[in-house]
């Protein structure tokens, strides 16, 4: 069983859409983070959650640490948005990321 | 804004011989990380490094690699023997203990 389940698995939207992609966790983390990765396959750093919410321009993360549970929305979906997204865990007590297996988004204009 | 600097880019080698993957970490990170990436598969992580050792490594990492940090500012990854199996995107990463992860570009290796 995956420690990191991500929902859905792909994703189209029309522009101007409001995105959401869902994280679940199985075990204990001490920091949650989501990523982003564009077709040529490098990795950009969105969110680092601990707790609650943050929000950066259109995008928003939300932690919920009860229910080991993310998710990530984007407002107002515009094409260049097009990309996998990604939730990955910091277990508790060790430095080593655990990956989902990512959320493919398609924004179509 | 900061990068992780990866190089080269793509690299082709033979089944059986040594690469040396390399990075450049953001300067005043302490942590530093190799993760690797098979075509259609999850991100899954290799290895970590602090204060000049290995602080964590998976069962991926096996003899076959070694991870060194020669000069204080290139961190590299070395596959003695490659396989097929191998082939795979290859990313470093770096961080600031309690801050997120910057990751570099990525090394595309891939072995024929």
């Known amino acids: 069983k995956n420690e990191v389940e991500q929902s859905p698995q792909n994703l189209t939207a029309q522009e101007g859409e409001f995105i959401t992609i869902n994280c679940s966790y199985s075990?204990?983390?001490?920091?949650l983070h989501w990523l982003q990765q564009h077709p040529g396959g490098g990795i950009v750093s969105l969110f680092m959650?601990?707790?609650g919410k943050k929000k950066h321009g259109r995008l928003i993360a939300t932690i919920n640490i009860q229910e080991k549970h993310s998710s990530l929305h984007i407002t107002a979906s515009h094409p260049r948005d097009s990309a996998v997204y990604i939730c990955?865990?910091?277990?508790?007590?060790?430095?080593?990321?655990?990956f989902g297996t990512g959320t493919r988004l398609q924004v179509f204009p | 804004e900061p990068e992780v600097t990866q190089t080269p880019s793509h690299q082709v080698t033979q089944m059986g011989q040594e690469v040396i993957l390399r990075c450049v970490p953001i300067?005043?990170?302490?942590?530093f990380y190799w993760y690797r990436q098979i075509l259609g598969q999850k991100v899954e992580f290799l290895v970590s490094?602090?204060?000049?050792?290995?602080?964590?490594k998976s069962e991926i990492f096996d003899d076959q690699f070694s991870v060194e940090r020669p000069d204080g500012s290139n961190f590299t990854l070395k596959i003695r023997s490659t396989k097929l199996e191998d082939s795979a995107m290859y990313f470093c990463?770096?961080?600031?203990?309690?801050?997120?992860?910057?990751f570099g570009s990525g090394t595309r290796l891939t072995v024929v």
């Open positions: 990463a770096s961080s600031e203990r309690n801050y997120g992860y910057t």
């Open positions: 075990v204990g983390i001490s920091a």
């Open positions: 959650l601990s707790s």
């Open positions: 990955a865990v910091r277990s508790g007590g060790t430095d080593k990321l655990i």
């Open positions: 300067s005043n990170h302490l942590y």
């Open positions: 490094f602090y204060n000049n050792e290995i602080s964590e």
